[in-house]
């Protein structure tokens, strides 16, 4: 019925007659020597990595996963990141078993996108290791500013003692986000399961600005 109504296009390029074609696949596939280690301007003080650059293809399926209700693109932007777990395990960054946490957002921002993408990506990348769980046990306080515009120091003070614990994690934790752009909310988000018990080992995103 949504085909008949809304015409079908691809959400990485806008390619007609198809949701995925095969042009942005091959931008979203994972080399063998990623994820690649990334320096963001706020040091969360434990290694990222990122899959890819915030740009072309993989920018346009994140924004339209996230903010236009495409929900046919968890598949392909999931078996990126579930590529990239791998790595990180056959690296011996990541061991197993492990948590995987994804990053906090609004509770206004979940509601409005139907739940968190984040974490719907993160379940699906995951769904086949039995060693490895996803629990959303961080959320944005209440008065956290959406972050897009600010500079690294307006978003470390806009997220600073505004990302709760919501539920208990210890052991290895896996930190997952779809973008990291300053590090703000990837230290924050550190600082917060660190200080609970958990052991922090990575950050991994899907891109980086």
């Avoid at 492990?98 to 379940?123: E, H, K, Q, Y």
Wanted: charged share 20%; proline share 6%; hydrophobic share 45%.
């Amino acid at each position: 019925m949504l085909d008949l109504i809304l015409p079908l296009e691809c959400g990485g390029c806008g390619a007609p007659s198809t949701r995925w074609c095969d042009v942005c696949a091959a931008a979203l596939q994972v080399k063998l020597d990623e994820p690649h280690l990334i320096t963001p301007r706020v040091d969360p003080g434990v290694p990222v990595f990122a899959l890819g650059r915030y740009a072309g293809s993989r920018r346009q399926a994140i924004v339209a996963f996230k903010e236009h209700g495409r929900r046919d693109l968890v598949a392909p932007l999931a078996r990126a990141l579930a590529l990239g777990i791998h790595r990180l395990l056959g690296w011996g960054i990541l061991d197993a078993p492990s948590t995987i946490v994804p990053a906090p957002t609004r509770v206004l921002a979940a509601r409005r996108r139907g739940g968190d993408p984040v974490t719907r990506i993160a379940a699906r990348a995951t769904g086949n290791h039995p060693r490895i769980s996803v629990t959303q046990a961080l959320r944005t306080r209440a008065f956290a500013r959406d972050s897009v515009g600010l500079t690294s120091a307006d978003r470390e003070r806009n997220l600073r003692g505004r990302i709760k614990l919501t539920r208990s994690v210890t052991g290895p934790v896996l930190l997952v986000d779809d973008i990291v752009t300053t590090g703000a909310t990837a230290r924050e988000s550190v600082r917060i399961l660190e200080a609970a018990g958990a052991q922090v080992t990575a950050v991994l995103t899907l891109a980086h600005a």
